[in-house]
């Protein structure tokens, strides 16, 4: 959509690179790939994320999982992305940045999860620094902004090192794991993105 002068140059599925990873919408052949490495992470991830459907991790839900973030693409309302390093093809984690909102806000959401085995190695700061520039330039945002629970230090550290500013809390802000909890927020402009790592 292009109004007061903005708009998108991007390819339909976008494929991105850049820090030794490779960022892309999953397709059906990451399936085993990504409920092996969710299943073996639950631990991990199950305190920052909210509570898991039942058949998350199944066939079915991967291909429904698939099919809407196509169609989030189409729309630009959200991009996910899977993380893979990019030598050997090994699924990281995900990022997605999504909540587009067009016209005067110019602004996305981000949000990502990292596999509990390669957490803590820098991956997902340098996964947001891809996605953040790639924000900027090809979907012309100004704003992107994350919000994460206050004890989580690696992720506060990760925004912080791609040069977010923390912004405030917003109090009962997302249902994590069943229940309403505060998040603070951060958000990084478009005039600083050579912050980004």
Not at 2 to 20: C, H, N, T
Not at 87 to 93: C, E, S
Request: charged content about 25%; overall charge positive; hydrophobic content about 45%.
């Amino acid at each position: 959509m292009a109004l007061f002068g903005f708009s998108r140059i991007l390819e339909p599925e976008p494929r991105l690179s850049g820090s030794g990873l490779t960022l892309r919408p999953a397709g059906g052949g990451d399936f085993v790939a990504w409920a092996t490495l969710r299943e073996a992470s639950r631990d991990f991830l199950i305190p920052w994320e909210p509570i898991w459907p039942e058949d998350d991790l199944t066939r079915g839900a991967f291909r429904r999982r698939v099919r809407r973030a196509s169609e989030e693409i189409a729309r630009d309302e959200a991009y996910p992305f899977l993380i893979f390093d990019e030598a050997r093809g090994t699924l990281l984690g995900g990022v997605t940045l999504g909540g587009i909102r067009r016209g005067v806000a110019q602004t996305g959401t981000l949000g990502y999860w990292m596999g509990a085995a390669f957490a803590g190695k820098g991956v997902m700061t340098r996964a947001v620094g891809v996605v953040g520039r790639w924000a900027f330039h090809q979907l012309r945002l100004h704003r992107i902004e994350a919000a994460c629970l206050p004890e989580n230090f690696a992720s506060r550290t990760l925004l912080e090192r791609n040069g977010f500013q923390h912004e405030g809390l917003a109090r009962e802000y997302l249902r994590i794991n069943g229940v309403w909890r505060d998040h603070v927020l951060y958000a990084l402009l478009e005039h600083e993105a050579s912050r980004l790592v």
